[in-house]
């Protein structure tokens, strides 16, 4: 089951939030700042990851408190493992996936490998202001319209596959949160 949770921050906590990132600069190409790139990783697809333990120390004595409290302000739906700050330019899209498994095709049948225990994802929209950038499940009929504040929890499996809408015009951040 999909859980759309509006208002789990405020557009001013995600503001804050945002703000207190701007020294890891993700405007910048990371191919420009070679030793940064073990800090950010970009795809081919133009969306940038940062993961938690890659957070400096002062950006992360302001940004972990709003996790927390975060967290405090869900129902749990297990322990949290991971947390990743994810970054769609302006042209950039997610292809359809499954957070916690993959498929091959092996003599015309189909094969699922979980590739991690995630049971749940939870992704939480740090802000609105562009277009395009839909949270879609296909299987479910669900086309999410970003909304500040907003957290989205699904199940991770192979059932819950989505993917990003391209962003068309401004750039869409987002927190993802994984659950075992």
């Known amino acids: 089951m999909i859980k759309i949770i509006p208002s789990v921050l405020s557009p001013q906590e995600c503001y804050t939030l945002l703000r207190e990132l701007d020294p890891i600069d993700l405007t910048i190409d990371v191919n420009y700042h070679s030793q940064d790139t073990n800090r950010i990783k970009k795809y081919p697809f133009g969306i940038k ?7 400096d120390n002062k950006t992360g004595y302001a940004v972990y408190p709003l996790v927390e409290n975060l967290l405090q302000r869900i129902e749990p739906v297990g322990e949290l493992v991971s947390c990743t700050i994810v970054y769609y330019p302006s042209g950039s899209k997610n292809a359809q996936h499954s957070d916690n498994s993959k498929i091959t095709i092996v003599n015309n049948e189909r094969v699922v490998e979980k590739i991690n225990n995630w049971e749940y994802t939870g992704i939480l929209f740090l802000n609105d202001d562009f277009d395009g950038g839909h ?3 296909p299987d479910q009929g669900c086309d999410i319209k970003p909304t500040i504040g907003t957290m989205v929890i699904s199940p991770a499996g192979i059932d819950y596959t ?5 962003v068309v015009n401004g750039d869409r951040f987002v927190l993802v949160y994984r659950f075992i």
């Not at 989505?162 to 391209?166: D, G, P």
Request: net charge negative.
């Open 49 to 55: 990851y940062i993961r938690d333990n890659q957070i």
């Open 135 to 137: 949270l879609v499940y």
């Open 162 to 166: 989505h993917y990003v809408s391209e």
